[in-house]
């Protein structure tokens, strides 16, 4: 993780825009090129996102994916999920596959996309995130161990004036510590669609929650348990990096923490309760 700063290889993908009309017809020229190299007609893995509203950070998003370094060709999927800003435009400009779900909500989204990929895995890629070259190498390599049927990575938080990045980095160091204790029965509490993988033919056997439920993702994990094995992919070089504005939700940085803290309090408790699904590692 970065310390003091944000990683070097973000900057290549924060363009400065603020609609779609700003964007040259160049940076999608650019990124298709990209994407042709790396897509094909049998992938092994499809990615899926959900998109709300997102007509820059999806550019930002699928411009990060398509440096993708993997041995097999992938298939990337962006759901546009009843935006009303020009997402819809921003998805036709690039070389992806492109589904519309008028069902607000990511469970509906993801519900819809699984069922048209074509990957033996699926990745749950959030739409306002970057992803590392190495990413879906690491996430299916841990996905190929015997067993196991889901997958999840860790993510970090791009600093910003307010939320410097030795701040956000501790308090990253906090929530990995969390993450390694729920793992150990309370699995499903870790896996977020910011970067969560899974064998597609199980995923729809369980199937996302369609409706605006919070928590689709977890609630796929905890079906995705009676199958096998869920495992934690912990490589640093592998981390999601993300905006603060979830964070920016709760107020400033210490009302962000405090927020959390109190929240993972409740959770900790949950551990006590046996009508909680077993251990299943």
């Known amino acids: 993780m970065q310390f003091f700063k944000n990683p070097n290889w973000l900057e290549q993908f924060h363009y400065d825009y603020r609609k779609f009309e700003e964007i040259p017809q160049t940076v999608f020229e650019s990124i298709n090129t990209d994407l042709d190299c790396i897509q094909g007609n049998k992938p092994l893995v499809t990615i899926l996102i959900a998109a709300w509203n997102e007509e820059i950070n999806i550019l930002k998003c699928v411009a990060s994916l398509s440096k993708t370094k993997f041995e097999h060709p992938i298939e990337i999927i962006v759901i546009n999920n009843n935006s009303s800003d020009r997402t819809q435009d921003t998805i036709d400009k690039l070389h992806v596959k492109g589904l519309f779900e008028k069902r607000q909500g990511c469970g509906p989204a993801r519900q819809h996309g699984q069922e ?57 160091k906090m929530k990995d510590l969390i993450t390694e204790f729920r793992h150990l029965n309370r699995p499903y509490f870790n896996t977020y669609g910011i970067s969560m993988g899974y064998v597609k033919e199980l995923g729809l056997k369980v199937g996302f929650i369609v409706n605006s439920f919070w ?48 929240k993972e309090v409740r959770r900790f408790l949950k551990n006590f309760d046996p009508a909680l699904p077993e251990r299943h590692l």
Do not use: H
């Open 215 to 262: 928590g689709d993702d977890g609630q796929l994990c905890l079906g995705l348990m009676e199958y096998g094995k869920i495992r934690q992919v912990r490589s640093n070089s592998s981390r999601v990096w993300t905006g603060v504005r979830s964070l920016k939700r709760d107020g400033d940085f210490m009302q962000a923490l405090l927020f959390r803290i109190k």
């Open 116 to 172: 048209q990929a074509s990957g033996k895995y699926i990745l749950l890629a959030d739409a306002d995130c970057f992803y590392s070259p190495n990413w879906v190498e690491n996430m299916i390599k841990m996905l190929q161990r015997p067993d196991t049927v889901c997958v999840y990575g860790r993510y970090s938080f791009i600093s910003e004036k307010g939320f410097p990045r030795w701040k956000l980095f501790l308090f990253e």
